[in-house]
Every structure is written in structure tokens, then in C-alpha cells.
């Protein structure tokens, strides 16, 4: 193999990753790369570091949908 390629990774499809990068977790939120470090630096979205590696674990990805829903159910309710 060339000095500079990298050997491929091996995935398994049939496993979802348990760990994504900060722009795998903003594709899937469907926002972009800037706002999804902001929200990671601001600790709205879960991240854990591995060595110089930042990751966001898949489940902090629906735990953050469910503080927004949440949210937007205490303030969409019609005043009494």
C-alpha cells in the first residue's frame, strides 16, 4: 500500500455506530457543521473526547430532540 493512503475502515451496516463526528451528527440533525459545534461547545448536544477526537454519541443526537420538544411543548400550549 502507498505511504499515504489509509487502510480502509471496516463497518459492520448491519450495527449502527454508536459514535459520530460533530458533522455525521449535524448531517443527521439536518443543520450545518457551525451550528452543530456550537451547540456542542454550549453542551446542548452531548459530546465525549478521545484523545484529540471529539464525538457525539448517536443517543445525545434524540435526547437533545426530545429537550427541544419539550420545550416547544411548554410554549406552544395555548394560555389558559
Not at 9 to 34: F, N, S
Not at 45 to 74: H, K, M, W, Y
Request: hydrophobic letters at 40%.
Amino acid at each position: 500500500m502507498a505511504p499515504n493512503r489509509k487502510a480502509p475502515t471496516m463497518t459492520h451496516p448491519e450495527r449502527p455506530r454508536l459514535l459520530l463526528t460533530v458533522e455525521e451528527a449535524a448531517d443527521r440533525l439536518g443543520i450545518g457543521r457551525t451550528l452543530a459545534y456550537a451547540l456542542v461547545k454550549s453542551g446542548e448536544v452531548e459530546s465525549v473526547q478521545i484523545g484529540r477526537l471529539r464525538r457525539v454519541p448517536a443517543d445525545a443526537l434524540d435526547a437533545f430532540l426530545a429537550r427541544l420538544r419539550t420545550i416547544a411543548g411548554n410554549t406552544n400550549r395555548p394560555a389558559a
